[in-house]
């Protein structure tokens, strides 16, 4: 077996099911799980009836590119979401995933070269999404982790980094709106990340899968794709970004995202996959043009959400140090306590289920950015919220 695959920490959902294992919670509770990141709302009725249309489409392989029209939606919604002044080209700058998860892993293979002097180091945020970190591994890369704290507006700190570092770095992850602090990257601080990637030559992977659930309507996130057009960047150089239509059309299961950016990096990338073998079906692809084509979905799906944080926190911050986030659909607040002590007793007493925070990050000489907080995901009804938050008030009150 390759040997790196030991490498690999145990997935948060492990460790929770082993902190949770042997406790009965209360049996006249129902369980509430507000530790998944699955997406719950109820998939837009056209989307779900374009793939029911297209099943037929079954009889032949599709190609790894996708089909052009695929393509050219993605970029569609691209320069809608963002205006990118037309620079975007659909054909040599788009390719269609099977969800950003495997993207941002197989990305990494393809992008990573072990050949140099030097160990190859791939920076992340802290704490991350926990595929950049197995990525890194498998790809014989060091991961190097960026502590986002309340201190730094949950903004990777890049000025902790030594030069030594950055020389190494290949591939820088972002993740704005980040999961699981909610925070968005201003379009000055990827100017900036930009400009490290420039000097030191390296590839930022921007993870914008959040980019379609924020909190203002005046103020969407910005992408990496913006701040490259803003630094002269005309076609994108060393910058990648990752979409999904898991969060944005609440999909999770149609498993349909796409990759855009710098054509000198889609082009082997593509190359990778033709290998890698992970075209998306037909059906598939029908269904995300009908998505990617329609933003008033989007816009009611960021309406329940922020109807779930407007009932939500005024239960909440009256016991507990929490803020609605900017984007995503996470809270991120500071327990003040361990958090695996209180995610253990949360699910003892009022059988509802968080995640530590401590098992999103790593362990750094500053500290685990994640210990004493906990994420709660608002994915469950609102109905079902409003009671997980009740309970929470309960506990934290006796
Ligand atoms: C930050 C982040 N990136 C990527 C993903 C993967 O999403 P998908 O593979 O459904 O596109 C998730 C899913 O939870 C996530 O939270």
């Not at 659909?329 to 361990?338: A, C, E, H, S, T």
Request: hydrophobic share 40%.
């Amino acid at each position: 077996m390759n040997h790196r695959l030991e490498l690999l920490a145990a997935y948060p959902f492990e460790r929770l099911a082993r902190l949770k294992a042997g406790i009965t919670p209360p049996a006249g509770l129902p369980h509430i799980a507000m530790s998944i990141g699955e997406p719950r709302h109820t998939p837009p009725a056209f989307v779900v009836d374009t793939l029911r249309q297209a099943l037929g489409k079954l009889d032949s392989y599709p190609a790894t590119a996708g089909l052009p029209e695929t393509r050219a939606s993605c970029a569609g919604w691209l320069e809608r979401r963002f205006g990118l002044g037309g620079k975007l080209d659909a054909d040599s700058m788009v390719l269609p995933v099977n969800g950003t998860r495997e993207a941002l892993f197989s990305f990494v293979q393809a992008v990573v070269s072990t050949t140099g002097p030097t160990k190859p180091v791939v920076a992340m945020p802290n704490p991350f999404y926990q595929i950049y970190e197995g990525a890194a591994l498998l790809a014989g890369a060091e991961p190097v982790f960026l502590n986002t704290t309340a201190e730094s507006r949950f903004q990777p700190d890049l000025e902790a980094v030594p030069a030594e570092t950055w020389k190494r770095c290949q591939v820088l992850f972002l993740c704005s709106p980040g999961n699981p602090t909610g925070a968005v990257l201003s379009l000055e601080f990827l100017r900036h990340a930009l400009a490290l990637a420039e000097r030191y030559d390296f590839v930022i992977a921007a993870d914008e899968c959040y980019a379609d659930l924020y909190r203002d309507e005046n103020s969407p996130p910005p992408s990496l794709l913006q701040a490259a057009l803003a630094s002269g960047h005309s076609r994108f150089e060393r910058c990648v970004v990752f979409h999904s239509l898991s969060k944005r059309s609440s999909v999770p299961g149609l498993r349909s995202g796409f990759v855009a950016g710098d054509p000198a990096i889609i082009k082997p990338y593509l190359l990778y996959r033709t290998y890698h073998g992970c075209a998306m079906p037909v059906p598939t692809q029908l269904a995300s043009i009908a998505a990617w084509n329609e933003d008033a979905h989007a816009a009611a799906n960021r309406a329940l959400y922020r109807e779930k944080y407007a009932r939500v926190l005024p239960i909440l911050q009256p016991v507990l140090d929490v803020a609605e986030p900017d984007g995503g659909f996470y809270l991120w607040p500071d327990v003040q306590r361990d958090d695996e002590a209180f995610t253990r007793e949360l699910f003892a007493t009022q059988n509802l289920t968080i995640l530590p925070g401590s098992y999103l990050a790593r362990d750094t000489h500053s500290g685990n950015p994640g210990k004493r907080r906990v994420r709660i995901s608002l994915v469950a009804s609102v109905e079902e919220c409003v009671t997980a938050a009740q309970r929470i008030r309960t506990f934290l009150e006796k």
